[in-house]
């Protein structure tokens, strides 16, 4: 009974860490602001200023190859030695990476 009331304690912790994880990998924090998925260039460049480096990527086609989307990349930090790596497709932020710099 012991083991069994243990290990659900620790299931319940490893998801609830595992789920604060991945919600940290929607937001990126710009002194008090936060940009999240889904937010335009602009608004990120309101909220945390220009960033390091930017680099258009590529294309991509849009829902039914009608449209094409450019792919672009911006680059903000180093702060604490880790980089943030924005990635918009559309004029929509999709993706946040956070890598340490070399």
């Not at 609830?16 to 602009?42: E, Y």
């Not at 449209?67 to 672009?72: F, K, L, Q, S």
């Not at 180093?78 to 890598?99: D, H, V």
């Amino acid at each position: 009974m012991i083991m069994r009331s243990l290990s659900s304690i620790t299931l319940t912790t490893l998801v609830t860490g595992l789920l604060s994880i991945s919600a940290q990998a929607d937001t990126l924090r710009c002194g008090s602001a936060l940009v999240s998925l889904g937010d335009r260039p602009f608004e990120v460049e309101r909220k945390c200023g220009a960033p390091v480096h930017r680099d258009p990527v590529g294309y991509t086609l849009g829902s039914y190859d009608r449209r094409e989307y450019m792919i672009e990349e911006w680059v903000y930090g180093p702060s604490n030695g880790m980089l943030s790596i924005l990635r918009f497709e559309g004029n929509r932020l999709i993706a946040i990476e956070r890598r340490r710099e070399r």
